[in-house]
């Protein structure tokens, strides 16, 4: 049985790089994507146990992702990272389907904690 995969979605190559390094580390099969339509190829590819997008996205923000991925892969686990956070966006998050909203700066080992709870265990 193949391992359960989780995306990473953000504009800024930096914290893709950091959090693809972190989750690979960590043992956890993890693609990124620079952008919400890249994202959206990705998930018509391959299944994902949980997506982890930026909220603020040139084209496409993190709102619009979710509600895009609700119809692909209606199991997919969404944990939405904004510098903003607010009732507001959280009330909207819930809205577009999205589990988990989580304020900048990251911390890993939470979101890690997150990304475990959400994929289910593999038989060996």
């Known amino acids: 049985m193949k391992e359960p995969s989780i995306l990473v979605v953000d504009d800024d190559c930096d914290v893709l790089e950091m959090a693809g390094c972190f989750f690979r580390e960590a043992g ?4 990124c994507a ?3 339509a890249e994202a959206l190829e990705k998930i018509q590819g391959k299944h994902f146990a949980v997506m982890l997008t930026d909220f603020n996205m040139p084209g496409m923000n993190g709102l619009e992702l979710a509600e895009k991925v609700r119809v ?11 510098g903003k956070p607010s009732q507001e966006l ?3 998050a ?4 999205i589990t988990t909203v989580l304020a900048k700066p990251l911390h890993m080992e939470a ?3 997150l990304v475990r709870e959400a994929i289910p265990p593999t038989s060996s």
């Not at 956890?28 to 693609?31: L, N, T």
């Not at 819930?94 to 389907?97: F, I, L, N, Q, T």
Request: aromatic share 4%.
């Open 28 to 31: 956890v099969d993890v693609d």
């Open 34 to 36: 620079e952008n919400g």
């Open 72 to 82: 692909i892969a209606p199991a997919t686990r969404i944990i939405l990272v904004t």
């Open 90 to 92: 959280t009330l909207l």
């Open 94 to 97: 819930m809205k577009a389907g």
């Open 111 to 113: 979101i890690l904690y």
